[in-house]
């Protein structure tokens, strides 16, 4: 048996999978602490998980939009998102994370820290202490690596020298953008004594191992990941939050179920809602519309056709769907993936557009700009729903997806982490 200190965040559907993992290792005999906002005790404790909240480091206390850490809705450019990543959240707040993950090694002793690749200063006070480290990204790969578009930029994979030389100029601006957080970060790494680093993404790429909860044959940036890297599959656990649902129509309706359901934190998506709910409730479909718990149910006006919940679990209907229309927060994309569904994409920021561009790449899904009119949005449905040709490249990525899930040492590795001893302070 070990023990983990989990550091992580309300990061939205970042959430489940990490408490998913939390949840394995409980599972298997092992011991684990969350160290988290506030807003995630009910979850970390459904899990199994001790918890403890973040005090003096950026947390929420509750869903309302204006206690948002990064509030990247109201940025206009993806460039001003990365860097209130790298203020508010990243590197900003470094010093403050690893003050608190310090006095949590003091007083849990953990075998290894578990931290999300956002939580830099959890890793400098466990790489302080010489604990092993692990970095879990709940996504697809998001740091800039050659030879894949930057994160956020939503493009597709180069097929040339102009594509080559589009991602190399994007990568030395985001580059660029992350490079003005270091000397802030190098100075935390020294009052822990750990040497500085040469470059900002160091922090999460020098830890003993990451691991990607996605799937290597859906993105395509696995090929150019380092060393240190493991694909360990998608973790597709339900949200706490969940509850079970009661479909309104007979047993016996043919018609084709579509579920909807964007992102489960504050994107200002309520019209985008609306404008789905119109284009389905004029087609011969039924659909549930799940609004996640920042919008209200009641807010939408829809047919009845379509029924407007605030949040069931996803899988169950994913089962028997037709077609998911989606944000395409990850969570969410390889849920249907892994049923065999496939996607109208509605991607409004983050990693949403990347993941976009990975299922229009394998032609699972379409792609549409999230200001799109109901028009354009039923017409993509329509689309989705009458060629096989996605429904097959769906159905493809499912079988490598339940493949690597039956594959997966996740659990396995990370005991092998833990069982690691702890290394020697690095002083600068």
Not at 55 to 62: D, M, N, Y
Not at 300 to 313: C, E, I, K, Q
Request: charge should be neutral; proline fraction near 8%; charged fraction near 20%.
């Amino acid at each position: 048996m070990s023990r983990y200190l989990f550091a992580i965040w309300d990061g939205g559907g970042a959430v489940a999978p990490e408490l998913g993992v939390a949840r394995r290792l409980i599972e298997n005999g092992h011991q684990v602490r969350v160290l988290a906002d506030p807003t995630l005790r009910a979850q970390v404790a459904a899990v199994g998980a001790t918890f403890s909240p973040w005090v003096r480091a950026p947390h929420r206390t509750s869903n309302d939009p204006s206690g948002d850490v990064v509030k990247d809705w109201e940025v206009r450019t993806p460039f001003e998102g990365l860097r209130r990543m790298r203020d508010r959240l990243i590197g900003g707040p470094a010093e403050l994370v690893a003050s608190e993950t310090a006095e949590q090694i003091g007083d849990y002793s953990p075998d290894a820290l578990m931290a999300d690749y956002f939580m830099f200063g959890a890793m400098i006070a466990a790489q302080g202490a010489g604990l092993p480290v692990a970095a879990v990204m709940p996504n697809i790969w998001a740091l800039p690596v050659r030879g894949v578009p930057p994160i956020a930029a939503g493009f597709p994979l180069a097929q040339g020298v102009p594509g080559r030389v589009r991602d190399a100029m994007l990568i030395a601006l985001v580059n660029r953008v992350f490079a003005k957080g270091l000397p802030a970060l190098n100075q935390v790494r020294d009052r822990h004594g750990l040497r500085p680093l040469q470059s900002f993404y160091d922090q999460v790429l020098g830890v003993d191992r990451i691991f990607v909860l996605s799937s290597s044959t859906f993105d395509y940036a696995s090929p150019f990941v380092p060393a240190n890297v493991s694909y360990a599959g998608p973790v597709l656990d339900e949200p706490q939050w969940a509850v079970p649902w009661v479909p309104p129509w007979s047993e016996d309706d043919a018609r084709p179920l579509i579920l909807v359901g964007l992102s489960s934190t504050f994107q200002n998506q309520g019209d985008l809602l609306q404008r789905i709910i119109d284009a389905l409730s004029t087609m011969p479909v039924r659909a549930v519309v799940t609004t996640g718990p920042m919008i209200d149910p009641d807010a939408l006006t829809a047919n009845s056709n379509v029924s407007v919940v605030r949040a069931v679990p996803h899988g169950p209907i994913m089962e028997k769907a037709a077609l998911v229309v989606t944000h395409c927060g990850h969570g969410t994309a390889l849920k249907a993936l892994a049923a065999g569904v496939p996607m109208v994409c509605l991607p409004m920021g983050r990693d949403q557009d990347d993941t976009a561009a990975r299922i229009v790449h394998h032609g699972a899904g379409v792609r549409l700009a999230p200001n799109a009119s109901a028009e354009k949005i039923r017409r993509a449905v329509a689309e989705v729903l009458e060629r096989d040709s996605y429904r097959l490249a769906a159905a493809q990525l499912s079988s490598s997806i339940t493949a690597e899930l039956a594959s997966s040492r996740l659990v396995e590795e990370l005991g092998s982490l833990a069982s690691k001893p702890n290394q020697p302070r690095q002083r600068s």
